[in-house]
């Protein structure tokens, strides 16, 4: 149980187009939502939770006019990269937990992102 | 949020116990602790959770000492496929952000 889908896996696009990632709990509804950015060889950046049905909180330093979140419903949430630039290149993951005591994240699979 | 500090790397062979501590000076009273592994290019996996004494899974121990300031992963006898990311995460509860740390590199060589 407790399964989480992230797609697409890997992403190629040109500078100044946008990209959408989606990640969605598959068999359970995930009251919180996390996005994380990693470069390689790094660990894992917070970039922003998103509660179900309100607007995401982001970490200090992240735009949240280029990195879009929407968490329309217990099950998915999505993160829009806009106008994508190079240095926008990354490793996104996202993860969810179910709210529990503990906060166990389970996690997508991961999406690579490359901005030519 | 509790700061966690781990070995930047380790280094063991094939069939070894490894112990990789976590120190959390910091925890708070309602913080669980919790490891988690990385390969390259996927997603962290949940290894094992615990908030005090020691917690036993199928893959993993998890050791805590009473102040529980640090916490110690066990990996029986590992293997090649066990190299890989660990980190050590402190946090829990509802509403709480999820920070990592930079993780300790496991080298499990032949």
């Known amino acids: 149980g407790a399964v989480v889908s992230q797609h697409p896996s890997r992403v190629i696009c040109k500078s100044g187009t946008s990209v959408k990632i989606e990640c969605r709990s598959l068999?359970?509804?995930?009251?919180?939502m996390f996005w994380y950015r990693q470069f390689p060889k790094k660990s894992l950046m917070l970039m922003a939770t998103?509660?179900?049905?309100?607007?995401?909180?982001?970490e200090q330093g992240v735009e949240k006019d280029k990195f879009l979140i929407n968490h329309a419903s217990l099950t998915l949430s999505t993160l829009t990269v806009t106008s994508a630039h190079p240095e926008d290149s990354s490793f996104y993951i996202c993860?969810?937990?179910?709210?529990?005591?503990?906060?166990?994240?389970?996690f997508g699979s991961g999406t690579q992102l490359s901005v030519l | 949020l509790a700061k966690t500090t781990q070995p930047i790397s380790m280094d063991s062979y094939e069939g070894q116990e490894v112990n990789i501590t976590c120190s959390h000076n910091?925890?708070?009273?309602?913080?669980?602790i919790t490891w988690y592994q990385q390969f390259p290019s996927q997603g962290p996996r949940f290894i094992i959770q615990?908030?005090?004494t020691k917690v036993t899974n199928e893959v993993a121990s998890l050791f805590i000492p009473a102040d529980r300031k640090s916490s110690t992963l066990s990996l029986p006898r590992v293997s090649l496929s066990d190299t890989a990311v660990y980190y050590c995460?402190?946090?829990?509860?509802?509403?709480?952000?999820?920070?990592f740390g930079p993780g300790t590199r496991l080298s499990v060589l032949p």
């Open positions: 615990g908030y005090k």
């Open positions: 998103s509660n179900e049905g309100s607007k995401a909180t982001y």
């Open positions: 995460l402190v946090g829990g509860g509802y509403g709480q952000n999820f920070v």
């Open positions: 068999d359970f509804q995930a009251t919180t």
């Open positions: 993860s969810a937990t179910l709210g529990q005591e503990g906060g166990k994240l389970f």
């Open positions: 910091n925890i708070a009273t309602n913080d669980y």
